[in-house]
């Protein structure tokens, strides 16, 4: 498979610059999900791949080959639109073979490869309908189809899954995931769902403003985001953020913030060291506030439950620490009342520092 | 239930649909009766339906291509043949050529970027609105003085060898003459309204294609034009209809063996004989062609073309 870089890629309409230098390497066979709020550049950044988007400055470099200036054709790409984009006019056999057919392979290879292709996606009975035909679903899976008949070594995806139901979303998202053990193929692919980002990607860029924020494995941005941008961007419910100020002596410094005062140990002492100020933002996930009612104040944050979303197994909880929102994830048979001051023991461990004036993470 | 049951009406309901009826049908009618009928029939006042119906109307009008020879004819003067054909020429090659140069040139004013772009897109129609009387002189001025081959060059002179004729070779008395004329007066109104059906090809479309690998020639042939088969068709309708019509400028532009049907039927009006039932017979007759090509321009048109090609 080729290898995808890019330089100092950056987009302008007019004075206006969307991408701001992006550099990028994406690794052979690789999953690389593009992730970040609308408008934050991510699509751009694919269409420009894809050569969809003229290039403003710096360069695409596929097997080390600059494309800026090539034709999408050129490229060796597939792509898979976000509202499908079949042509309606053709049925779903003309749809998947499009693209063979203007290179004009032998019929029988043609079809060959549509009957293969259909087979995989579960498409075979519907080969001679026309898109208006087909349920949303089933058009999804025509368009996956055409990037799939073409032997293409990148594909790439521009939200594909964003115009369909939660329930479908979901099942999509499963097929597609089985669908990347069975070929083995770049894959870069767009979307603001950071769920999608989470459970598909080998690699997750992170964009915001025309810029990545981090790039690395889902894990590694869950566990160790890079600033404050990607703590909140990505999990659900998403990370607290609370102000708090580093106060002590010579051999206790505690973390004071409204509502709570934790007592630091030797390890945290050292990362807020490297603080450039007193006042740092405080990260906790939702899930790593665990509920214990008998833990000590130096390591417990106390929180005033306002509401309860039952979502099944887990409830969400949704209280107030002193004037600041508080998101609690626990097992949904915890006993708990609403209204009521309930304590939550923290891990030192599980906590994330921000810069305030940076909003980098301190590490 | 009032769904399936038709709801009576008030009685001026139906006395005016009836008018409208007789109306747009009427004339018609009595064309296609008259065409029937030998002239001391429909001048003799008598009107009515009480005749004897007769093919001999047809059988002048059509004189010069009819295989037998006539009775009641001893010189056939009227060459409805020849201009039928003519005028099947004319509209059929102005209105495909029309279509092919309107949905490129609509194509390029919608989707490309070029200086002067809106202004292009805003005058083509203001060009439609001149009438074709004032364009009659200049044209006929120029396809008979200026747009001329030397009878004495490399082409002219092969083209007077190979068809005959005498003086220069003009567009004036041609077949093209007419036709560059026709395609010039139909060209902006055929840009405006496939314009219109372009705009909505979703681009997407045009960008999925040349991810297929597609060059701007195949996208806009294999994915734009299918779709926008239905304005094509609409566009077809009215450039054979206008050229099928048009009488002012084929007059001046066309000579004897060039002559269109309408031509054909007005010159046929003699100043001391009007052949009624001739002309009525050639007027049913030049109502045929339009007939048939709208009945199958118009199965073209069927909306919701665009249908499932993005969510919708």
């Given amino acids: 498979m080729p290898k995808i870089k890019l330089e100092n890629l950056s987009k302008s309409y007019g004075d206006f610059e969307v991408l701001h230098s992006i550099d990028l390497e994406m690794q052979d066979a690789e999953f690389t999900v593009l992730v970040g709020p609308s408008g934050c550049g991510k699509s751009t950044t694919l269409r420009m791949i894809a050569g969809l988007e003229s290039v403003s400055a710096g360069e695409i470099y596929i097997d080390d080959k600059p494309v800026s200036k090539l034709e999408p054709k050129e490229r060796d790409l597939a792509m898979v639109f976000q ?13 998947m073979s499009f693209a063979l057919r203007l290179e004009k392979r032998p019929k029988k290879e043609i079809n060959t490869k549509v009957n293969e292709v259909a087979e995989i996606l579960g498409l075979t009975e519907f080969l001679h309908r026309k898109p208006a035909e087909l349920s949303g679903g089933q058009r999804q899976r025509v368009a996956m189809g055409r990037a799939l008949t073409r032997d293409s070594s990148t594909f790439l995806f521009d939200e594909p899954l964003s115009n369909l139901d939660a329930k479908l979303r979901t099942q999509m998202r499963a097929e597609l995931a089985m669908m990347r053990q069975r070929v083995h193929k770049n894959m870069i692919y767009v979307t603001h769902d950071q769920i999608e980002a989470m459970t598909l990607a080998d690699r997750i860029v992170v964009m915001h403003g025309g810029k990545i924020q981090q790039e690395g494995t889902p894990e590694q941005l869950f566990k160790h985001p890079a600033n404050k941008f990607v703590a909140s961007f ?29 007592r630091c140990d030797d390890n945290t002492k050292q990362r807020l060291g ?17 509920f214990d009612p008998s833990a000590p104040e130096a390591s417990s944050i106390d929180i005033n439950v306002v509401v309860s979303e039952y979502v099944g197994a887990q409830s969400v ?40 004036d940076t909003d980098q993470a301190i590490v | ?77 009227l060459k409805f043949g020849g201009a039928f054909i003519n005028s099947l020429v004319i509209a059929i ?46 044209v006929f001025g120029l396809w008979n003085n200026e747009f001329c081959l030397d009878k004495d060059g490399l082409i ?47 681009r997407q479309l045009e960008e999925a294609a040349r991810m297929d690998g597609a060059g701007p020639f195949q996208v806009f042939f294999k994915v734009v034009l299918p779709l926008i088969k239905p304005g094509l068709a609409a566009a077809a309708i009215f450039t054979f209809r206008i050229a099928w019509n048009e009488y002012l400028l084929a007059s001046a532009l066309s000579d004897r063996d060039t002559k269109t049907v309408p031509i054909l039927i007005v010159n046929n009006m003699s100043e001391f004989n009007v052949e009624w039932g001739v002309i009525m017979a050639t007027g049913m007759l030049l109502a045929i062609p339009p007939i048939i090509f709208t009945l199958f321009a118009s199965r073209q048109i069927i909306t919701g073309m665009t249908a499932g090609a993005v969510k919708g």
């Avoid at chain 1, 509202?83 to 749809?95: F, S």
């Avoid at chain 1, 100020?245 to 709570?260: M, R």
């Avoid at chain 2, 041609?174 to 309204?193: D, E, K, Q, R």
């Fill in chain 1, 83 to 95: 509202d499908y984009a079949l042509y309606p006019h053709m049925n779903v056999a003309k749809n």
């Fill in chain 1, 234 to 262: 990505l999990g659900t419910p998403p990370m607290n953020l609370l102000q708090a100020s580093v106060q002590g002596t010579s051999d206790i410094t505690s973390l004071i913030g409204s509502g709570f005062s934790l």
């Fill in chain 1, 274 to 290: 490297r603080a450039s100020s007193k006042e740092v933002l405080l990260g906790i996930r939702p899930c790593d506030l665990v």
């Fill in chain 1, 317 to 356: 909880l949704i209280g107030d620490c002193s004037g600041q929102k508080v998101m609690v994830e626990l097992k949904s048979d915890t006993p708990i009342g609403l209204g009521e001051k309930l304590r939550f023991a923290v891990d030192l461990d599980d906590l994330h520092f921000f810069d305030v």
């Fill in chain 2, 1 to 77: 239930m009032s769904n399936t049951i038709a709801k009576r009406q008030h009685p001026g309901f139906y006395a005016i649909v009836v008018m409208l009826i007789i109306m747009a049908v009427g004339p018609i009618a009595i064309m296609l009766i008259n065409s029937f009928k030998l002239d001391v029939d429909i001048t003799s006042g008598t009107g009515g339906l009480i005749f004897m119906p007769t093919i001999q109307n047809y059988e002048t009008a059509l004189c010069d291509i009819l295989p037998y020879e006539l009775d009641h004819l001893d010189y056939c003067a």
């Fill in chain 2, 93 to 138: 090659v102005s209105t495909v050529l029309t279509l092919i140069i309107g949905c490129m040139a609509a194509y390029a004013l919608v989707r490309f970027k070029f200086m002067g772009r809106d202004t292009a897109s805003a005058t083509t129609l203001m060009v439609r609105m001149v009438p074709p009387a004032v364009l009659l002189v200049p």
């Fill in chain 2, 156 to 202: 002219g002179g092969f083209i007077r060898e190979t068809f005959g004729g005498r003086g220069d070779v003009c567009l004036a008395g041609t077949h093209s003459g007419i036709i560059l004329v026709y395609i010039a007066m139909n060209l902006p109104f055929v840009i405006w309204i496939l314009q219109s059906f372009i705009v909505q090809v979703p």
